[in-house]
């Protein structure tokens, strides 16, 4: 977790830790608030989802499935959260109470779904579908008054972890153009996608991910430029202009292995590889 500075950068030497222990995190969800950390882990042998303060306390275990629970997102009023596992080889996505009980599946087919983002107003998910393959595409499913969730439609040919503007009105993705990739806006209702223009090229060896300021009015992301040494989080206007360095990653030693983050007031929480391994040594007896 680390501050944004004006007029910046900060540096991840000044970051400070929110979790600990030995354990694999892949992704992550934080309340709007900045209270809440909802993380996926393998602390219990297999990943699932667990939630604890930021400002430190007990680490509470939420889904308990057979097999891996991943990417939690939690909805705006912190009620509810949606995730994805695995069911029959395919990921499924679900949702569930953040107090507990039974999960809620949400999609239910032969196709790989995951990543799945809530709305502002706790109504839709937006999600990716047929992942991993050309024919991937960005999905938005909703739930009528009963709480019944319906037939998925079609956002987006492409796009990757859709997340939803402030407002609702707009789905921030990428899109991926040969060995490029592109961040892209959708309007939530429909239409063709509008290019952030960024001054270098993004290629997936650059660890691009994304966020929106809790404004709507910025776009962060994760880029490595070519011509710089500068790698870590930037900043650009959703209107356009040149992109500004808010979180420096400098130590030469760090490592872009799934570099999530979430953008939460002034601050940002980001996901720091820290790859180590141990040697253990046993004696053989008998004959060799």
Request: charged share 20%.
């Amino acid at each position: 977790m680390s501050p944004i500075l004006e007029p910046g950068p900060a540096r991840l030497t000044q970051a400070q830790p929110v979790t600990t222990g030995t354990q694999e995190v892949e992704a992550f969800d934080v309340s709007v608030d900045g209270r809440w950390l909802l993380f996926d882990s393998d602390r219990s042998g297999t990943q699932q989802v667990y939630r604890m303060p930021v400002q430190g306390g007990e680490v509470e275990q939420l889904t308990n499935q057979a097999g891996p629970s991943m990417a939690p997102a939690l909805s705006r009023d912190g009620r509810e959260i949606a995730f994805h596992t695995f069911r029959n080889g395919t990921r499924q996505v679900f949702v569930m109470d953040v107090e507990g009980g039974t999960p809620v599946q949400v999609t239910n087919d032969s196709a790989q779904n995951r990543m799945a983002v809530w709305s502002p107003d706790g109504r839709s998910l937006a999600f990716q579908t047929h992942a991993f393959e050309p024919s991937a595409t960005t999905e938005i499913v909703s739930r009528d008054s009963r709480g019944m969730w319906g037939r998925s439609r079609t956002l987006l040919k492409g796009g990757d972890l859709p997340i939803w503007s402030p407002d609702g009105r707009r789905v921030l993705t990428v899109m991926r153009k040969g060995d490029r990739r592109e961040l892209v806006i959708v309007p939530a209702s429909g239409g063709p996608p509008v290019n952030i223009a960024l001054p270098w090229p993004t290629t997936p060896a650059s660890g691009l991910l994304w966020d929106w300021s809790p404004d709507g009015r910025f776009v962060y992301f994760v880029s490595r430029p070519e011509t710089s040494r500068r790698n870590g989080i930037w900043r650009v206007p959703v209107a356009g202009g040149a992109p500004h360095l808010v979180l420096w990653f400098d130590e030469a030693s760090i490592n872009l292995i799934r570099p999530w983050f979430r953008v939460r007031g002034n601050r940002i929480f980001f996901n720091r590889a820290d790859e180590q391994s141990d040697i253990w040594m046993t004696e053989v007896s008998g004959r060799r």
